[in-house]
């Protein structure tokens, strides 16, 4: 049997919480399980929701980080499986079910991750993200992962929170460097689980609703508000940096490597700060064709060289195709 434990999380945000709330609590499962919200703000609806339901611990943070947010709730957590949905996301009614019984069936099971269908502010269906997913669903150790990383990343196995289910016992180990975590925490249980022996699920199944809206993360990588966005690549380097502290895999260190630069030349076009790392040292990462997304990286590589001869010229194209698309 197993015991599922739900973390919402909200942040100065209250719009579709109830919702949220209300797509965990409709779950059509037979075990039992507990829903863990945790905001830095009141609201009557919410309030009333949560003191109406015993399955539902209500908990509040300041102005903690999301890392130490996730950290808090974990920590209170019951669940030997911890699920988890950001307030503006919501589950489908048969998705617990679905995933308890793939690691019921699946002991060494470690990490799930989901497809999702991607619905606006007002709930309806939208193509603005399109996500791929396998034709059938996906089980393969981590041993093996080191093969097919490339391939495997099509999928994002590691994007949106909402669409992760991992077992408490590998983020538990981790909790410490949870709580350093800045930015992209589905980034982080993703490497926790690929850092351990054991099995991971890419499913073809869409049981989550992913809500794109003016506040999401996606949305303002995509803004043109420069400040925000530079700020969002200085909190994810800063991640990044403690993510290379939960794994010995050299290989998963290069791709961490490899993020951490397109992150340190975003940065640099945006704020004019130096990269850490060598022109010669970026070169050779870029040429690692196992790794996913080098394209990324070799366009703004080449603009870090061009900026070199003419600065003008290469932050023009920078912002030309970072933002004009």
Known sequence: ???????????????FLYNAINSALNQEIVNDFEIIVIRNFINSQVDELIKSNKRIIGIFFTDES????????????KGTLLFFLDD????????????EQIFLSNPTLLYYHGGY?????????????????????????TLDI???????????????????AIKKSIIINKIEFLKEIKTNPDNFMFYCAISNS???????????????????????????????????????????????KISDNEFFNVNLKCVKIRCELNIFFLTGKKPDCSVLNMLKLSK???LPHESSLVLLLTLFVLSKLNGKLAKYIYYLTKFQK
């Open 1 to 15: 049997m197993v015991y599922s434990s739900i973390i919402i999380t909200a942040y100065n945000r209250d719009k």
């Open 66 to 77: 999301i890392g130490q947010v996730l950290a808090k709730a974990i920590s209170i957590s």
């Open 88 to 99: 503006d996301d919501e589950f489908l009614p048969n998705k617990l079910n679905h995933i």
């Open 117 to 141: 269908n991607g619905i606006d502010q007002f709930g309806f269906k939208t193509d603005k993200r399109v996500q791929s997913v396998p034709n059938k669903q996906i089980l393969m150790s």
């Open 146 to 164: 080191n093969q097919i990383f490339k391939k495997l990343m099509i999928y994002d196995p590691y994007f949106n929170l909402s669409s992760i």
């Open 198 to 244: 054991g099995n991971i699920c890419i499913d073809n199944l869409k049981l989550t609703n992913y809500r794109i809206h003016n506040s999401t993360t996606q949305s303002l990588i995509k803004s043109t508000h420069k400040e925000k966005i530079a700020n969002y690549y200085l909190n994810s380097l800063k991640s990044l940096k403690i993510m290379e």
């Open 288 to 290: 690692c064709k196992k």
